[in-house]
């Protein structure tokens, strides 16, 4: 008889992306763990965005010289040592007790950039002292005004470099493992960045927590003023056609990020890596362009650099290592990804990030 399969537990023990989710689901509560894992309605988007990966295949050059490959490029204008951009995800501190601030010093140490999350379990200021990577803040379309004052004005000071402003949570997409389990955040996790700037918000659901400050009626005339607060650049999150990528450069965007998060919000949405050079030949330069949805090899970041995306932005997947290992997991399922892209540049006859052909990628 064989021996049972051993799942690897451990950081240490992981070989690729797939065996932290595994370590994750075992290590989560089953209602924390469909919050993460879970998408909108049928979850068809959230499949899609994967399943687009793998129609995508590489045509590798050979006999190039690559002993010497190039991860480091710029982003907005400031030096990355690798295209990777932690994306924005709320409540780490419900995963593990490391939280965000475990979340960040993972990847300043493996050269990633972090989105901190507006929704965190983590005052946004406490989480820019534990680490020196680069650091961007999101906002939601928040209802009252206030709000993007007070947090604009907090990130600018903490030394943020970029706001990202999440358009496409006019209202929560239907999750309906959520709604199942009745989702509610555990005791002792609290929206720490909310609660801390506005007394008074309801406890409970996490839903209830986003409804209380959603404004579905921000439109793009609304950019301008949430420009004027501060002189970071502002990047579009959740953008999915052309004509809203052309929208968010005349409205001064300086990064639209191709998002369908996660397909946690609208389902039948289309998966980002079909959508995204339509979006890059509408905005022809104008803006730098990060894509999220399903990355989880380094492969598929190669595929999207190819395709005219300049970085690439994965949201489950450092949670899936936090979960299952805190800092030490966070760190090891990005560092995979690092790993992974150098070994897929060598093999593709790549020579740098910055300048990967489109003619790399064919679809099957
Ligand atoms: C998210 N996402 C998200 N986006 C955002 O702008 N603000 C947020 O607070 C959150 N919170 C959040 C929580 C969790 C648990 C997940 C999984 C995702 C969306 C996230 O930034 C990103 O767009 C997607 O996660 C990308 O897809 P993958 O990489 O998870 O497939």
Redesign the pocket.
Known sequence: MSAPVQLPTHPAQWINVADAEAAAKVALPPAIWD??AGGAEDEQT?HA?RAAFARRLLRPRMLVDVSAVETATTLLDAPVAFPLIV?????HRMYHPDGEAGTYRAASRVGALM?V????STPLEEVAQAADGMRWF?L?CFRERAMYGTFVEAAAAAGYRAL?L?AD?QILGRRERDMRNNFVLPAGVRMANFERRFAGLPDGTAHAHLMNVANPAITWDDLAWIRSLSDLPLVV??ILTAEDARLAVEHGAAAIWV??????QLDCAPATLDILEEIVEAVDGRAEIVL????RRGTDILKALALGARAV?????P?YGLAAGGEAGAFAVLEMLRNELQTAMMLCGVLSVASVPRSLVKTA
């Open positions: 919050y993460i959230m965005n994306a924005p995800s709320s409540l989105t999350s507006s929704a965190g999101q939601y990202v999440t949570v999150k959740g998002s369908n998060h996660g397909g946690r999220d949805g399903g990355v932005a994965v949201g489950r997947v949670l």
